[in-house]
């Protein structure tokens, strides 16, 4: 089952405007996540992350929404520019059991930003 | 200059073959993690290590394995057990596997089972 979900596979958006990316998780036990952000035959890097007792988190053109009650969280890139085309990756850890520090991934979404 | 190197970055081989992914790091990280990526799919974790000689299974450990003598190097075998090993393979490590220590990734080997 898939706990992270990232249902839309890709976004395609005019460079200026803004970038919205959004993420669904289902374990009620996540307390912490993070944006990654991925090229193409590279590793992910991180991007951004929240904790749980946050609702936003700002860095820059990056900005983190969490919204606990709807197990839901989004990123915005504002404004987007064309080196923000890559792929993205939500992600969710756990703090409590045996799994702390595994990383629970959705599937990626496709940023395509044009000139 | 501190970082994760995986070697090599494409690796073909045979099926019924075992091979090994290489990954180290010198930045000194307590734990690390392995993952396989699927197009479509997210990053799903294969093994992880939070400190020298201790590794545990992650959610899809069958057909691979791991060891960890050293703390800078955490190799991956896929054996010829793996049903579908042609995957892209990433290297992680952390300060710790504490929950707010950032994974810093590799670059990835790509394998190709032929």
């Known amino acids: 089952d898939q706990q992270v979900k990232q249902n839309s596979p890709s976004l395609s958006v005019q460079e200026g405007r803004i970038s919205i990316l959004n993420c669904d998780y289902t374990n009620s036990m996540f307390d912490y996540f993070l944006w990654y952000k991925k090229y193409p035959a590279e590793g992910p890097t991180f991007l951004i992350s929240i904790s749980s007792i946050k609702d936003k988190n700002e860095d820059g053109r990056f900005t983190v929404f969490l919204n606990k009650s709807a197990k839901h969280l989004s990123l915005h890139i504002v404004p987007s520019q064309p080196g923000d085309s890559a792929v993205y990756f939500c992600?969710?850890?756990?703090?409590?059991?045996?799994?702390?520090?595994?990383?629970?991934f959705g599937q990626g979404t496709i940023l395509t930003v044009h000139p | 200059d501190g970082g994760i190197t995986q070697s090599p970055k494409y690796l073909f081989r045979k099926e019924g073959q075992n091979v090994t992914l290489s990954c180290e790091q010198n930045l000194n990280h307590d734990a690390m993690y392995w993952y396989r990526q699927d197009p479509g799919q997210g990053l799903r974790l294969i093994y992880y290590?939070?400190?020298?000689?201790?590794?545990q299974k992650g959610d899809i450990a069958e057909g691979y394995s791991v060891s960890r003598e050293k703390k800078e190097s955490f190799p991956l075998t896929v054996t010829s057990a793996q049903k579908n090993p042609t995957a892209f393979y990433l290297c992680?490590?952390?300060?710790?596997?504490?929950?707010?220590?950032?994974?810093?990734f590799g670059p990835g080997t790509r394998l190709t089972v032929l």
């Open positions: 992680a490590s952390s300060w710790t596997s504490g929950i707010l220590d950032e994974q810093f």
């Open positions: 290590s939070q400190i020298v000689n201790d590794f």
């Open positions: 992600a969710a850890k756990d703090a409590g059991g045996t799994s702390y520090g595994k990383l629970t």
